[in-house]
T-cell receptor
Framework: GDSVTQMEGPVTLSEEAFLTINCTYT??????LFWYVQYPGEGLQLLLK?????DKGSNKGFEATYRKETTSFHLEKGSVQVSDSAVYFC????????????FGKGTMLLVSP | NAGVTQTPKFQVLKTGQSMTLQCAQD?????MSWYRQDPGMGLRLIHY???????DQGEVPNGYNVSRSTTEDFPLRLLSAAPSQTSVYFC?????????????FGPGTRLTVL
């Protein structure tokens, strides 16, 4: 079945540092890929998405590129802020299914001033 | 639009009690789902629905029932609560007309079973 593997956290960075959170996936066919963010005490929000190979999703300074050859969708940001502290989830949607998402286990990011 | 709403926000149950977690959306989405979130486990799909009168099981359906009588509402029932059901529960919805399947999440219900 489909699966998503992302790096374990917490990831601890100082403000303005470069961020990478690794995500790899296993799926049949050509899934859509997503990064969701969960701020403390809240539900998940879509951060960015990519629907086909070589697509780059971007939002709020975060980027991720759909790499079919390495089955990866790593999340990056050039300069993190304290307000980026949250849990980040990589997820995929198999287009043959009905919107069902398969999530990674989540990576907590802690940014200090 | 209120988006996806969930009630209650917090709940404490005793083992064996039953309860219903409410979920509603005002976006006319066909697809609705329930996930549970446990530390180190990510989100796991419990049940989902692709429209009124249609439901199906996800990855962890045991101990939970659902029904979908309207497009807007998708309640999750715990028939006989167990400590293993202590978790944070999220409801989500999406439009099947959109190809990339973005899901919109509610704020969650934190359930403790003693």
């Amino acid at each position: 079945g489909d699966s998503v593997t992302q790096m374990e956290g917490p990831v601890t960075l100082s403000e303005e540092a470069f961020l990478t959170i690794n995500c790899t996936y296993t799926a049949t066919g050509y899934p859509s890929l997503f990064w969701y963010v969960q701020y403390p005490g809240e539900g998940l929000q879509l951060l960015l998405k990519a629907t086909k190979a070589d697509d780059k999703g971007s939002n709020k300074g975060f980027e991720a590129t759909y790499r079919k050859e390495t089955t990866s969708f790593h999340l990056e940001k050039g300069s993190v802020q304290v307000s980026d502290s949250a849990v980040y989830f990589c997820a995929l949607s198999d287009r043959s299914g009905y919107s069902t998402l398969t999530f990674g286990k989540g990576t907590m990011l802690l940014v200090s001033p | 639009n209120a988006g996806v709403t969930q009630t209650p926000k917090f709940q404490v149950l005793k083992t064996g009690q039953s309860m219903t977690l409410q979920c509603a959306q005002d976006m006319n989405h066909e697809y609705m789902s329930w996930y549970r979130q446990d530390p180190g486990m990510g989100l796991r799909l419990i049940h989902y629905s692709v429209g009124a009168g249609i439901t199906d099981q996800g990855e962890v359906p045991n101990g939970y029932n659902v029904s979908r009588s309207t497009t807007e509402d998708f309640p999750l029932r715990l028939l006989s609560a167990a400590p293993s059901q202590t978790s944070v529960y999220f409801c989500a919805s999406s439009s099947l007309a959109v190809s990339y399947n973005e899901q919109f999440f509610g704020p969650g219900t934190r359930l403790t079973v003693l």
